[in-house]
């Protein structure tokens, strides 16, 4: 799917567009294009792509590139795929009942899951908040458990 919407593979890439997208929701996707569960993800990010074009903008970002570890160790993407979300260059946050509220892990069941998480995003957003809750009844978000190092 890296060849239908747009791949990011420099750090210089992603500030810009970090900085750039104005009034939008930004929906960063951390991951492999070579990954199944990235390329599931991919497909309901591109199918669900020009239906929140008006309120958002979604790009990939390719992990295995050198430029892009900077970001790998700052949002800690230890699992894939990762997706983190902006707007006005401010990083958005989401209860989505797990300890992490950074990013999103896994990927979405279904194009409207995906739809209603940028919108709640968006709308949250343009009312100043900074971290939204998650609109998805539990049993669709994906589980996971941290494991933390040296602790």
């Known amino acids: 799917m890296e060849y239908l919407l747009p791949t990011l593979r420099e ?3 992603v500030d810009s567009l970090i900085r750039d997208t104005i ?11 070579s990954d199944a ?13 020009r239906d929140v074009s008006r309120f958002a903008t979604v790009a990939l970002v390719d992990v295995d ?3 892009i570890q ?13 997706t983190v979300f902006f707007f006005n260059a401010h ?4 209860d989505s ?8 892990v896994g990927t979405f069941q279904r ?32 589980k996971f458990q941290l494991l933390y190092k040296d602790v």
């Open 11 to 13: 750090k210089r890439e």
């Open 23 to 33: 009034d939008k929701v930004l929906v960063l996707r951390f991951g492999r294009s």
């Open 37 to 49: 569960v990235c390329l599931q993800l991919d497909d309901i990010l591109y199918k669900s792509a």
């Open 65 to 67: 590139s050198e430029e």
């Open 70 to 82: 900077v970001y790998v160790k700052y949002f800690d993407i230890t699992f894939m795929p990762s």
């Open 91 to 94: 990083h958005m946050k989401m």
């Open 97 to 104: 009942g797990s300890a992490d509220h950074t990013k999103w």
């Open 111 to 142: 194009k409207q899951d995906f739809i209603d998480v940028v919108e709640a995003i968006y709308r949250g957003a343009m009312k100043g908040k900074l971290i939204v809750s998650c609109p998805l009844p539990p049993e669709r978000i994906p």
